[in-house]
């Protein structure tokens, strides 16, 4: 099992640009989170989603929005890009509750200028 | 804002020298989790307490639940250079089906 992957590892965005970020888990999890980790920071969740077709608001939500119409994938879109955005990115998921055990992926490192 | 909040906030310590990091919630948490993220790193889970009073181990690292579920602790025992990291508590709060993460406490260990 490859686990949680996501891509790219690295981006630069000019301000106003957007993205999709990838994440994909081969391990038939129900559960797929976004956290954000700014620097020296702990982890902020942006949206979760519970299963395919499903998905919430986490703490910090705005100027981001996701979809989960597989099981596996879960990509984070990021419309208007702004400096404020400039974080280190992960994906996560679980296998049937919030409360098992979170796999992370590498990360995406991003930077807004 | 913030409901989970860990302290201390930065640790240095000589190797094998002993090292504890405590984990405190506002609210009552339904279970805690542990995780430890090296520099450059992504979050690996570390273990999961559930009982209010809640006490394990892993080799060199305790881990307890406090009993009205509110706070918890890790301690390493004889830190290594291999510990270096930041460790996050991470607690889901009541009823709620969301995980909020600790701020985090980042041990540098010194040969």
């Known amino acids: 099992n490859a686990g949680v992957t996501q891509t790219p590892k690295f981006r630069i965005l000019k301000i106003g640009q957007s993205m999709t970020l990838q994440c994909a888990q081969d391990?038939?999890?129900?559960?797929m989170y976004w956290y954000r980790q700014d620097p020296g920071m702990g982890l902020k969740l942006i949206y979760y989603s519970v299963g395919a077709g499903i998905t919430d608001k986490g703490e910090v939500p705005n100027g981001y929005n996701v979809s989960r119409s597989t099981t596996e994938d879960f990509p984070l879109r990021l419309e208007l890009a702004a400096p404020s955005q400039t974080s280190v990115y992960f994906c996560?998921?679980?296998?049937?509750?919030?409360?098992?055990?979170?796999?992370f992926g590498p990360g995406t490192r991003l930077t807004v200028l | 804002g913030q409901q989970v909040m860990q302290i201390p906030q930065y640790q240095h310590v000589q190797e094998g020298e002993d090292f504890t990091t405590y984990c405190n919630s506002s609210t009552t948490l339904s279970n805690i989790q542990w995780y430890k993220q090296r520099p450059g790193g992504h979050p690996v889970f570390l273990i999961q307490l559930v009982k209010s009073g809640e006490v394990k181990k892993q080799k060199r690292l305790t881990f307890q639940f406090g009993e009205a579920k509110k706070n918890s602790s890790l301690h390493i025992t004889a830190t290594q250079t291999t510990d270096v990291g930041t460790y996050f508590c991470?607690?889901?709060?009541?009823?709620?089906?969301?995980?909020?993460f600790g701020t985090g406490t980042r041990l540098q260990v010194f040969p």
């Open positions: 391990m038939n999890h129900n559960y």
């Open positions: 991470a607690g889901t709060l009541g009823n709620t089906d969301k995980l909020i």
């Open positions: 996560a998921s679980s296998y049937i509750t919030i409360t098992d055990t979170q796999y």
